[in-house]
């Protein structure tokens, strides 16, 4: 069963306007981390939240993480036409160390 | 970019044929997965690897097999291949250094007709 569920599925938004994704897990975690996908491509990593960690910033990515709701949220700000793409977050749970569960991921298209 | 590299990239084939999809990394790292991407499913893992000759089943191993015999090279094997099994497939690498931050393959596109 999947660890992480995106929510929300898709998303699309205006270039120039910030965009929210959240994620939800279930077990206790080491780390959550994001990932982007563009079409045809394989994943790449974008930031890593330590489960002692509120919130960390990278460039116009801010990621967030509630270790008490089990939820984490990525926002990316002045959105691109580059940022289309999809996000998956992915979850290193305490007890399958190095084996990573991601969710189901948002599918995020930026209007030009 | 790290040097992962997976074959074929596509191919097709037929129900109950053998299928070995391999991922080649140069980065030396410890940790190989693979992964299967379907739509409404995300990323599911089948099988990794931890070391040489050390594997270890995923959410979804059944049906696949893997081998690992050097350090640079992961083996994914459908014994035989079933229609179900159609599927992005991707590999992934881990470093020992690295906080479980993976680093992935192009993807092996198979359709299994």
């Known amino acids: 069963s999947q660890q992480g569920e995106e929510d929300p599925q898709a998303l699309s938004i205006q270039e120039g306007e910030n965009a929210t994704m959240n994620c939800s897990y279930k077990t206790s975690i080491n780390n959550l981390q994001w990932y982007r996908q563009n079409s045809g491509r394989g994943l790449v990593h974008l930031i890593l939240?330590?489960?002692?960690?509120r919130e960390k910033h990278s460039g116009r990515l801010r990621v967030t993480l509630d270790t008490s709701k089990k939820s984490s949220s990525l926002l990316i700000t002045a959105s691109r036409a580059a940022d289309t793409a999809s996000y998956f977050c992915a979850t290193d749970a305490i007890q399958g160390a190095q084996k990573l569960v991601f969710g189901q991921g948002t599918r995020l298209t930026i209007n030009p | 970019d790290a040097g992962i590299t997976q074959s074929p990239r596509h191919k097709v084939t037929e129900t109950g044929t053998p299928v070995t999809l391999r991922c080649h990394q140069t980065?030396?790292?410890?940790?190989m997965y693979w992964y299967r991407q379907d739509p409404g499913h995300g990323l599911r893992l089948i099988h990794y690897?931890?070391?040489?000759?050390?594997?270890d089943k995923g959410e979804v191993s059944d049906g696949y097999s893997v081998s690992r015999s050097k350090t640079e090279d992961f083996l994914l094997t459908l014994e035989s291949a079933t229609s179900s099994q159609t599927s992005v497939y991707f590999c992934?690498?881990?470093?020992?250094?690295?906080?479980?931050?993976?680093?992935f393959g192009e993807g092996s596109r198979l359709t299994v007709l």
């Open positions: 939240i330590r489960s002692n960690e």
């Open positions: 980065e030396n790292h410890r940790y």
């Open positions: 992934a690498i881990s470093g020992l250094a690295g906080e479980g931050e993976l680093f």
């Open positions: 690897s931890y070391g040489v000759k050390d594997t």
